[in-house]
């Protein structure tokens, strides 16, 4: 049985967010599992725990077996692109059409977050909305992409491979969004972290950055395993939690 905040609980990170001046938001797999797409870490549902992250999310992977990769990620490209924002997502495009400084940081490449309306999103690990070319990252055009579900298309720049502009482990992160999620952190004074376990740097030390720079910090996760010290915990599903909160801080 999921444990779910109490409205009082909501209502005290409410009051703080009517006021806040500048608000701060990161957001993981969880914030989409309502939409229908597998988190990473769940025991039973999660990608890692039904593939083999070795074999499909490094560039070493993608040099051993293209086909194997390219079919992955188109296949939850396909997938993806059947599924809709979930109320959480709506929330928090409501909640930055209240708040004049507002950023969203996402760990996700799902688009859900721009299909709902926000604005000012940082892609931390890029997007599956957009394909690049192996050796010199040259933009692929969608229906080239679309075209080619078995195997990779090639650049029609330098002619090599296309692959997905998704960050793989051991790649390092785009650094424009590594700055701005800085900046983002810096101004915060409320920092909310939603559906997110934990696990990846540099996403995992926002919480203890936002806290040192002074934020309010507030943890939205049905998993107590997701909790950050000195954190306020919003325990519940992001679609049921997020709601609630826009609606008791801006109740007209
Ligand atoms: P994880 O799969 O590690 O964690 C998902 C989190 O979402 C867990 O803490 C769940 O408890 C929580 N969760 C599940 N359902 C939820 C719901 N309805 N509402 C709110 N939370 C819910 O996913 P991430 O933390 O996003 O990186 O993983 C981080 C990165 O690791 C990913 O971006 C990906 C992965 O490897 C790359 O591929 C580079």
Redesign the pocket.
């Known amino acids: 049985m999921i444990i779910l905040a109490t409205d009082n609980q909501i209502q005290k990170v409410a009051d703080q967010l009517c006021i806040a001046k500048s608000v701060a938001v990161l957001?993981?797999?969880?914030?989409s599992?309502?939409s229908g797409i597998p988190?990473?870490?769940?025991s039973l549902t999660?990608?890692?725990s039904n593939f083999n992250?070795e074999e499909l999310?490094t560039p070493m992977a993608f040099r051993k077996n293209p086909e194997l990769v390219w079919q992955w990620y188109y296949s939850r490209r396909i997938k993806n692109s059947s599924c809709k924002p979930n109320f959480?997502h709506l929330a928090l495009a409501k909640m930055e059409s209240k708040i004049d400084d507002f950023s969203l940081i996402t760990?996700?490449?799902d688009g859900l977050h721009q299909a709902a309306g926000s604005k000012n999103i940082i892609e931390?690990?890029g997007s599956l909305q957009n394909f690049i070319c192996f050796d010199n990252h040259h933009h692929i055009e969608n229906h080239i992409v679309d075209s080619s579900p078995e195997k990779p298309p090639y650049c029609s720049i330098c002619g090599s491979l296309a692959r997905p502009g998704?960050?793989?482990?051991g790649e390092v992160l785009p650094e424009l969004a590594i700055r701005s999620s800085m900046e983002a952190l810096e101004k915060a004074n409320i920092f909310l972290v939603?559906?997110?376990?934990?696990?990846?740097q540099p996403?995992a030390s926002f919480g203890l950055i936002a806290q040192k720079n002074g934020a309010t910090v507030v943890v939205?996760?049905?998993?107590e395993?997701?909790r950050i010290e000195n954190a306020i915990f919003l325990q519940?599903?992001?679609?049921e939690?997020l709601p609630k909160l826009v609606s008791l801080t801006w109740p007209t």
């Open positions: 957001t993981g797999a969880g914030v599992a309502e988190t990473f870490r769940d999660g990608l890692w992250a999310a959480g760990q996700n490449v931390l690990h998704v960050v793989w482990f939603v559906g997110t376990s934990g696990q990846v996403a939205i996760n049905p998993d395993s997701a519940g599903p992001a679609g939690i």
